[in-house]
């Protein structure tokens, strides 16, 4: 199983990016899916999940109202869209798959990790 994260790149503050995770080898469409992000000198912390059906969405206080998680399971890919851009936003953020159908917000519950996609934000 492979996850590839894209999308991000160096954006000023207040704009906008959309990260995309494609997953190959097995279909994940019944697995819920989640975005970390993990700045320079600081641990990996949870942005977003969303369950299997994409019926059920949870967000981290950092990022709520400015982002949205979605899929598209016939496509296998995950969404991350990011709006009003914060310098404390850059960071190396990192799609996963998790062990069950549910959403989480827990790294422990995520089986397959994509290589990340660094986003910076520029103030």
């Known amino acids: 199983v492979q996850l590839q994260a894209s999308g991000g790149g160096l954006v000023q503050a207040g704009g906008s990016l959309r990260l995309s995770c494609a997953t190959s080898?097995?279909?994940?469409?019944?697995?819920?899916m989640g975005w970390f992000r993990q700045a320079a000198g600081k641990e990996r912390e949870f942005v977003a999940t969303i369950d299997w059906s994409g019926g059920t969405t949870s967000y981290a206080d950092s990022v709520k109202g400015r982002s949205t998680i979605s899929r598209d399971r016939a496509k296998n890919t995950v969404i991350l869209q990011m709006n009003n851009l914060k310098p404390e936003d850059t960071a190396v953020y990192y799609c996963a798959a998790a062990l069950f159908a549910g959403p989480s917000d827990l790294p422990r519950n995520y089986r397959y990790w994509g290589q990340g996609t660094l986003v910076t934000v520029s103030s």
């Open positions: 080898g097995r279909t994940l469409s019944n697995n819920g």
